[in-house]
């Protein structure tokens, strides 16, 4: 059970379900879809199956709702996060389109259709990743202020000491012993960084300091390594079989050990009361929902 208090009656249950926060995140990813089928014709739908939008599997989209709850607990303008909010997605998307590639984890499907390189080929999943993670680098960038401090770290999110080199070590380790030391540490970061992006990306739009954005990153990435564990728990027979690898001991466990220490983070950050209840519950609907537990 994770260590949040009672929440205020009108706080909601789950942090993240606040009706005009979704409906504004899957506006902007409307747009983007069509904007990419407006710039090539030839896509299709592709655009919109990928970012789940236009009645498309979407996903949990935990991650871009992250950050506009970040934003409002900061008591920002959750408008003024949209751009953050966008260009974590547009990663995200990125980074399953190439995990999903022959060359990679070789998916067949994805959220119950095929696969992008299914349908597209390669080279095509491959261009409209680039193009994502591009459209992502424009639209993080115009954060103001900020939007300079949170394109460099965008930059190190993908890279190769973020999501690109902990997707190398998977790779390496495939069908064998986990990977100890550095080379988990890096694991780590397949997951981690882009929430900890999300999150600081959040508080920065809402003119949050420095020491407040920071606190939040290390929320978010406690909530990353703890929703992959999770995630590791209760699918560890089927990544077994596949020769995955996993993410340790009892990943349940190391799990609610991580929701309970971003919950202790957030206890002694100075927002409103009503903002850290906000982020309590939303700690709790990204994790605790996956290991049973509502607080």
């Not at 751009?83 to 995990?99: G, K, Q």
């Not at 299914?118 to 993080?140: P, Q, T, W």
């Amino acid at each position: 059970m994770s260590a949040a208090p009672a929440l205020a009656p009108s706080v909601p249950r789950d942090g993240l379900a606040e009706p005009q926060r979704r409906a504004r995140r899957a506006a902007a990813l409307a747009r983007e879809a069509g904007r990419m089928t407006a710039t090539l014709p030839w896509l299709g739908d592709a655009p919109a199956r990928v970012l789940g939008t236009g009645g498309h599997a979407a996903g949990r989209r935990w991650r871009p709702l992250l950050a506009l709850a970040v934003a409002d607990a900061c008591d920002g303008d959750v408008a003024a996060a949209l751009p953050v909010a966008l260009a974590v997605e547009c990663t995200h998307t990125a980074s399953l389109l190439l995990d999903d590639l022959p060359c990679m984890d070789d998916a067949a499907e994805r959220r119950g259709e095929l696969a992008a390189h299914r349908r597209l080929g390669s080279a095509g999943a491959i261009l409209l990743a680039v193009g994502l993670l591009g459209r992502a680098a424009e639209a993080i960038a115009t954060v103001r202020p900020g939007g300079d401090r949170l394109a460099a770290t965008w930059g190190g999110t993908i890279g190769l000491e973020g999501m690109a080199g902990g997707q190398a070590v998977d790779l390496a380790h495939l069908g064998r012993a986990p990977a100890r030391g550095a080379a988990r540490r890096l694991l780590r970061r397949k997951t981690t960084a882009l929430a900890a992006l999300a999150a600081e990306g959040g508080a920065v739009a809402a003119g949050a300091s420095r020491g407040v954005s920071d606190a939040l990153a290390a929320v978010g990435n406690d909530l990353g390594w703890a929703y992959q564990l999770a995630d590791d728990a209760m699918d560890a027979a089927e990544d077994t079989a596949a020769g995955r690898l996993g993410c340790g001991c009892a990943p349940a466990a190391q799990a609610r050990r991580l929701l309970a220490r971003a919950h202790r983070r957030l206890e002694v950050m100075p927002l409103s009361e009503t903002g850290r209840d906000r982020l309590h519950a939303a700690a709790d609907a990204i994790v605790g929902s996956m290991l049973g537990e509502r607080t």
